[in-house]
């Protein structure tokens, strides 16, 4: 199946002859009304990605295709006019920042139709209310009041209405729920269930919130350090992860674990980290206990099972390891997860 968007070879670098690499490689499909999250720890890329895909960054290398159409190299006036038209819209992270403070809840939200231009002013005001009254709003309420005269959670609430207002077919939400309390976080998840079942949108969720993702979205990719390490359904990436990266991701949030899975102790990294740079071997090398000689050439993401994918040497192994190391007999321990942990027979015995 084609989806929505496709990226493929998704590769951005930043500094002096891109020097400093933030993505490479990515690959993502998004197909229509599907929510698929994009997880990793602070610093993996995940915003990065996001401003690739909507044209914000311009990519080194690497292909965006949305709805059969190549943006990724839209430059100028093309690119601005794939912009205005309204049909990707991308709802940043930090509602206080993204909002104009002087402008009100209503001009704030009918903005994007205005740069479309395709609405005349009673077909623009009647979207905006429309907007806001989809994700729980009163335009009549709260639609004269600045930024500052409304609560955070309603604050977000307006940056995803004006993400909305031109209709998008596909919805990038930055951290839509990072900052807000568990009611409104669990108002805004129900929000984007229903656009993605009502409207049909497609919906890409970009968080470091595994929990709130296990609730609404139906495929995962799990980002470290710019690089797609794992992904899959999200069900079975949470329950039963194949990465160490996303195991170990998972042990931190028991709440999304339906296994008993390999909990944080077993996933210490080795004593001697690898002698190559992240940079030339596996990506996870230098945190990872069970790095073997062969790591030191970077692993493609492969097929694992049905829409599973797994950019690991060891997979399934490590996953025996783990189980057999858990084992009571000292005896029965593989010799080469202890010699990974540094650890004797002796002091596995004690
Ligand atoms: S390829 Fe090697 S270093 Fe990378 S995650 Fe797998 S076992 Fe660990």
Known sequence: MSGLLEISGLTVAFGRRGARPVLDGVELSVGEGEIVGVIGETGSGKTTLARATVGLVAPRSGRVVFDGREVSGLRGRALRAFRRSGRMS??????????????????????????????????????????????????????????????GGQRQRVLLARAI??????????????????????????????????????????????SSLAGIADRVAVLYRGRVVEQGPVREVFSHPLHPYTALLTASAPSVRAEKGPGAAALRPSAEPPAWTAR???????????????????????????????????????????????????????????????????????
Do not use: K
Not at 120 to 142: K, W
């Open 90 to 151: 991308y709802a940043f992270q930090d509602p206080l920042r993204a909002l104009d403070p002087e402008l009100t809840v209503r001009r704030a939200v009918a903005e994007p139709l205005a740069v479309a231009g395709q609405l005349d002013d009673a077909g623009s005001a009647a979207r905006v209310d429309e907007a806001l009254t989809t994700v729980g709003l009163d335009p009549a309420r709260l639609g004269d009041r600045l930024p500052g005269a409304v609560s």
């Open 165 to 210: 207002v031109t209709r998008p077919r596909l919805l990038i939400a930055d951290e839509p729920v990072s900052a807000l309390d568990a009611s409104n976080r669990n108002r805004v998840l129900r929000l984007l269930d229903r656009l993605r079942t009502e409207h049909r949108m497609a919906v890409v969720v970009i968080s470091h919130d595994l």
């Open 280 to 350: 030339e071997g596996c990506v996870f090398g230098h945190r990872c206990p069970f790095v073997i000689d062969s790591c030191r050439t970077a692993p493609a993401p492969a097929p694992v099972g049905q829409g599973r994918f797994a950019a690991c040497h060891r997979v399934p192994r490590w996953r025996e390891l783990v189980a057999q190391a858990a084992a009571p007999a000292a005896a029965q321990r593989p010799p080469e997860l202890m010699a990974a942990t540094g650890e004797t027979r002796e002091e596995a015995g004690r």
